[in-house]
């Protein structure tokens, strides 16, 4: 992904790429004449769901704009892919908005601040993280009813931390930049005295997100057993055959991780599966969780196997080198992540599809942007920004990003403008879906 030449080749490289997408042009934001119906791309999204899940997809979707745009990462990318490009190539994760970014645990116990979803990750151009980052601020503040003014310093101030950030460790050696990480002690530094206790609530809140308060949660004990406590249509039971499948495929799932974590995986043995509803834009895929259990019933693991298709972006970019989605998945958090899930590993499961496994519950924790006030939007929008461009670091050319960004404001504004356009954009896309569940073209599960 990238050579390994002299920084000011590298550079040069990167200001050579003004030339072919000035900074200016990147704050502009017109649909195309022949853009695709939003709703009609969900629709397609949705053929090789499960069809009984698709309401609860687009009720949530309907909730709000940013819950829209939360599901509408394969509308964005169609979207994006006529834009020009930089050249100046990422590991994307695909979908960064404000919500894809959270606390987990490291290998070490330690609490990280990271880039936390990638279900869509593949390689391409680092601005189309950078711009559905500040879409996704601007429309959270919309929401939460912030002036016009205040929204657009809060995505003013992620995309200034997302350059300022890339322009320090352009300065840094190869190794500094791999392990350099965000946690919390970090993060906390970013926040006002005033703003401490809801910050400290929600780390507290993660660090007891563990298997064993999972297990309290999410099962029941029965003939003295734990098993995972069903509640229909978001958790069910799977049949004989999805058990046996599973099972089956575990063996498979175990040969993906590393030797060491094999001898502690094998320390433990499957006791249940269910099928279980995640998140907006996942919803309709096939995920699982499945209950293991250590050294007795009080020492659990609860594992998700997550189903991984194409990324959305494939049909703009390159086709994956991966041949199976759940491997593209783990490689491409692996290699963006300052740290990943002792457990993350890959499998294909019955009838060829792909599949991620990950460790449902590691002390993680996610921000509550509808809460936030705007100065905690913009702080909050700023770590990101910081967070993101750390990510890239790793695997793209940052030296040339660095030189592209530049140390004047000027890409800062062209985001700014974007973010407030394609806010715009996302209002109209969702009621566009709000207008299609009221005519009847889609159905829609409210409040599930």
């Known amino acids: 992904m990238m050579n390994p030449t002299a920084p000011p080749e590298r550079a040069a490289h990167g200001k050579a790429a003004r030339k072919l997408v000035p900074r200016s042009e990147q704050g502009v934001w017109q649909p195309a004449a022949d853009r695709p119906d939003p709703v009609d791309i969900l629709i397609s999204q949705g053929a090789d769901r499960l069809a009984k899940l698709l309401p609860i997809r687009y009720g949530r979707m309907a909730a709000s704009p940013f819950a829209f745009l939360r599901g509408a990462a394969a509308v964005m990318a169609r979207d994006l892919a006529p834009l020009p490009r930089t050249g100046l190539t990422v590991q994307l994760c695909g979908d960064a908005h404000l919500l894809n970014f959270g606390l987990y645990a490291s290998p070490e116990r330690r609490l990280l601040f990271d880039v936390n979803d990638f279900d869509e990750t593949l390689p391409g151009p680092f601005e189309w993280d950078v711009k559905r980052l500040a879409a996704s601020i601007a429309v959270a503040g919309r929401d939460s009813g912030h002036s016009e003014a205040r929204v657009r310093r809060s995505v003013t101030a992620?995309?200034?931390?997302?350059?300022?950030?890339?322009?320090?460790?352009?300065?840094?050696?190869?190794?500094?930049?791999?392990?350099?990480?965000?946690?919390?002690?970090?993060?906390?530094?970013?926040?006002?005295?005033?703003?401490?206790?809801?910050?400290?609530?929600?780390?507290?809140?993660?660090?007891?997100?563990?298997?064993?308060?999972?297990?309290?949660?999410?099962?029941?004990?029965?003939?003295?057993?734990?098993?995972?406590?069903?509640?229909?249509?978001?958790?069910?039971?799977?049949?004989?055959?999805?058990?046996?499948?599973?099972?089956?495929?575990?063996?498979?799932?175990?040969?993906?991780l590393p030797e060491d974590r094999r001898v502690l995986l094998d320390r433990f043995r499957v006791i249940d599966v269910a099928r279980k509803v995640v998140g907006v834009g996942s919803v309709g895929t096939?995920?699982?969780?499945?209950?293991?259990?250590?050294?007795?019933?009080?020492?659990?693991?609860?594992?998700?196997?997550k189903e991984a298709g194409r990324s959305v972006l494939e049909p703009y970019l390159s086709p994956s080198e991966y041949d199976n989605g759940g491997r593209r998945v783990v490689c491409g958090q692996r290699m963006t992540q300052s740290a990943s899930d002792v457990f993350l590993g890959w499998v294909?499961?019955?009838?060829?599809?792909?599949?991620?496994?990950?460790?449902?519950?590691?002390?993680?924790?996610?921000?509550?942007?509808?809460?936030?006030?705007?100065?905690?939007?913009?702080?909050?929008?700023?770590?990101?920004?910081?967070?993101?461009?750390?990510?890239?670091?790793?695997?793209?050319?940052?030296?040339?990003?660095?030189?592209?960004?530049?140390?004047?404001?000027?890409?800062?504004?062209?985001?700014?403008?974007?973010?407030?356009?394609?806010?715009?954009?996302?209002?109209?896309?969702?009621?566009?879906l709000v207008a299609a569940i009221a005519q009847g073209r889609v159905k829609a599960a409210a409040g599930v």
């Open 286 to 305: 096939r995920c699982y969780i499945a209950l293991l259990e250590g050294r007795d019933p009080g020492d659990p693991l609860l594992l998700q196997i």
């Open 348 to 432: 294909t499961g019955p009838r060829g599809r792909f599949y991620y496994w990950r460790q449902l519950r590691d002390m993680k924790g996610s921000a509550d942007v509808a809460s936030m006030d705007a100065g905690q939007l913009r702080r909050y929008g700023a770590l990101c920004g910081r967070t993101l461009a750390r990510a890239h670091a790793r695997t793209g050319d940052r030296i040339a990003i660095a030189a592209y960004l530049g140390s004047g404001t000027g890409f800062d504004r062209a985001l700014t403008e974007f973010a407030l356009r394609y806010a715009d954009q996302t209002y109209r896309d969702h009621a566009a």
């Open 158 to 256: 992620g995309m200034a931390a997302y350059r300022t950030g890339m322009r320090r460790l352009a300065k840094l050696g190869e190794l500094a930049v791999w392990y350099d990480r965000v946690d919390t002690d970090d993060a906390a530094e970013q926040v006002k005295h005033r703003d401490r206790r809801p910050v400290e609530h929600a780390l507290d809140h993660a660090r007891h997100r563990t298997s064993l308060q999972a297990l309290h949660k999410l099962t029941e004990v029965v003939d003295g057993r734990h098993w995972i406590i069903h509640n229909p249509p978001l958790v069910e039971p799977l049949g004989d055959f999805d058990q046996a499948a599973i099972r089956k495929v575990f063996t498979d799932y175990r040969a993906s």
